[in-house]
C-alpha cells in the first residue's frame, strides 16, 4: 500500500525567521544580479534564478523534489497559457494594423490635434501609450511612443524617459487587466474587489505623472506653460480610471481611460491654447546628455493633407473592436458559456499539496482555459481587423507566426519567471518573506513596495 504524500509549506522551516527570510530571497537576489549586474539575456536569467529557487525549495524548505518539478511545470505552462498568448494576440492585433497602412494615420492624427510637442508628448506617450499598455504590454508601448516621439523631434534620451515615465500609470491593468487578475488570484481575492481600488491608487498617480512628464519634456517652462493641460488630462483620466475600473469589464479600465481623455482633450483645446509651443520645439530635441546623444532630433515633416474624417474612423477600428468584443464578452449570458468550455484537469504530482493553514493548495488543479481568456478575444479581433482592412488571411495568419518567432525567447523568459514564482510559492519562500517583512512593525509600508517587486 503506497500512502500519499503530502506537503504543508513552512514559513519558518529554519527556526529564526530572519535566516528562512534570507535563503527565501536567494532566488530574487539571483535574478537581480544576472539581469541587472552580469547583464545576461533574460531566459538565462529566469532559467537560473528558478534553479536557485527549486534548489532552495527542496533543501531549506524541505520540499518534495517531484512536487518542486511539477509545480514549477505548471508554473512554466501557466506563463505560456494564457499569459504569453495574451501578449501574442494583443501584438498580433497591433501588427495587422502596421502591415495594412492604417497604423500611420493614426500616428498622423495626433498632428491634427496640436502643433505644441508638449501636448502631443502627453497625448501620445500617456493616453496613446495607455491604450497600448492595455492591449499589449510588455514593453511594446514604450518602444513604440518613444519612436513617435521621437519622430516628432524630440531628443532620442528624452523621448525614451518621457515614455517610461508615462508608462508607471496604466501597467496595472495593462494586458487587458492581467497582472489585476494575476494579482487577485495570487492573493484568494475575487478580482472584482481587486481592481476598484487599484484603480483609485492609479488615479492619485493620474495627477502627478503629467506633470512629471512636462518637467522631462520641457522643465519649467514646459510645467508653467501647459500645466492646464496635464490637470485636465491627468483628472479625466483617474475618474475614468475609478468610474471603469469597478465595473465587469475592469479589464477594459486603461483601454476606456486612454480614449475618453483623448475625446475630451480634443474639446479642451478648443478653449484653451498652450503658449511658447514653437520655442518648445527647438528644445525638446536637445540632447540631455550629449555623451549618449551624439546630436541633436530635428522634427520630420508630417503631411495630414489626406487625412480624411472616414481614413481616420478606420485607423480606430482596432480599438473601437477591441472594446465591443471585450463589452459582449462581459455579458453575463456570453461570459457564463465562454467558461463552460473551460477544462478542469487535476495537476500530477501535486494532489498532496496544502497551503500553509493545511487545506488543498489551489495548484493541485489546472483549468484549461480556452474561451475565457483576454487571448481569445484579442485573436477575433485581430483576424476582424485583418478582414475589415481587406488585409489576406493568409498574410493575417503569417503575421501570427512572425510574431510567436520573434517573441520566442520572450515567452521562455515569462515561463520561467511564473515557474519560478510557484515554485517559490508552494515551498513557503513567498510566505517566508511576506512574514519577516511583516515583522518591521511601523516600517511595514515602507517595505511592502519592496516585498511587491
Known amino acids: 500500500m503506497v500512502l500519499l504524500q503530502t506537503f504543508t509549506p513552512s514559513a519558518n522551516p529554519l527556526g529564526s525567521q530572519w535566516l528562512s527570510a534570507l535563503l527565501a530571497v536567494l532566488p530574487v537576489l539571483a535574478m537581480l544580479i544576472t539581469l541587472g549586474a552580469l547583464r545576461w539575456k533574460a531566459h538565462l536569467a529566469g532559467l537560473f534564478s528558478w534553479g536557485v529557487a527549486l534548489i532552495v525549495a527542496i533543501t531549506a524548505f524541505r520540499m518534495p523534489i517531484g512536487m518542486a518539478f511539477s509545480s514549477s511545470v505548471q508554473g512554466f505552462l501557466y506563463g505560456l497559457f494564457p499569459i504569453s498568448w495574451i501578449l501574442l494576440g494583443a501584438i498580433w492585433m497591433y501588427q495587422v494594423t502596421v502591415i495594412s497602412g492604417r497604423f500611420d494615420d493614426l500616428r498622423r492624427t495626433f498632428f491634427l490635434i496640436s502643433d505644441d510637442p508638449r501636448v502631443l508628448g502627453i497625448l501620445i506617450a500617456f493616453c496613446f501609450g495607455g491604450l497600448l499598455e492595455a492591449l499589449a504590454g510588455f514593453g511594446a508601448p ?74 522631462i519634456m520641457d522643465g519649467r517652462k514646459g510645467v508653467r506653460e501647459c500645466w492646464p493641460f496635464g490637470l485636465f488630462v491627468g483628472v479625466v483620466f483617474g475618474v475614468t480610471k475609478v468610474i471603469v475600473g469597478g465595473t465587469p469589464v475592469y479589464n477594459l479600465t486603461e483601454i476606456f481611460a ?57 485607423a480606430l477600428v482596432p480599438y473601437i473592436l477591441v472594446i465591443v468584443v471585450f463589452g459582449i464578452a462581459a455579458i453575463p449570458a456570453v461570459k457564463d458559456s465562454f467558461k463552460a468550455a473551460d477544462v478542469k484537469m487535476a495537476w500530477p504530482g501535486l494532489s498532496g499539496l496544502m497551503t500553509a493553514g493545511g487545506e488543498a493548495a489551489a495548484h ?33 495568419t503569417k503575421e501570427l507566426w512572425i510574431n510567436a518567432k520573434k517573441m520566442k525567447f520572450s515567452m521562455l523568459t515569462i515561463g520561467l519567471v511564473v515557474a519560478l514564482a510557484y515554485v517559490m510559492g508552494d515551498s513557503g519562500q513567498t510566505l517566508a518573506l511576506g512574514l519577516f517583512f511583516a515583522g518591521a512593525g511601523a516600517f511595514s509600508p515602507f517595505l511592502a513596495p519592496i516585498l511587491g517587486w
Do not use: H
Not at 261 to 288: M, N, Q
Not at 303 to 313: A, C, E, H, K, P
Open 258 to 314: 486612454a480614449v475618453v481623455t483623448v475625446a475630451l482633450s480634443l474639446l479642451f483645446l478648443k478653449v484653451w491654447k498652450p503658449k511658447g509651443g514653437r520655442e518648445a520645439a527647438e528644445r525638446i530635441g536637445i540632447p540631455i546628455d550629449p555623451t549618449v546623444e551624439i546630436e541633436s532630433v530635428e522634427a520630420q515633416e508630417v503631411d495630414t493633407s489626406d487625412l480624411t474624417g472616414s481614413r481616420i474612423f478606420m
Open 142 to 215: 514604450v518602444a513604440i511612443a518613444a519612436a513617435m516621439l521621437i519622430a516628432i523631434g524630440f531628443g532620442k534620451l528624452r523621448g525614451a524617459i518621457t515614455a517610461l515615465v508615462a508608462n508607471t500609470v496604466p501597467v496595472a491593468f495593462g494586458a487587458v487587466g492581467l497582472p489585476v487578475l494575476m494579482a487577485a488570484k495570487t492573493g484568494g481575492l475575487d478580482v472584482a474587489m481587486v481592481a476598484p481600488v487599484t484603480a483609485r491608487v492609479c488615479a492619485v498617480l493620474c495627477l502627478v505623472v503629467p506633470f512629471l512628464m512636462l518637467a
Open 364 to 396: 493541485q488543479t489546472y483549468i484549461w482555459q480556452w474561451l475565457s481568456q483576454p487571448g481569445f478575444l484579442l485573436a477575433i479581433v485581430a483576424i476582424l481587423v485583418g478582414f475589415i482592412y481587406r488585409v489576406p488571411l493568409a498574410d493575417v
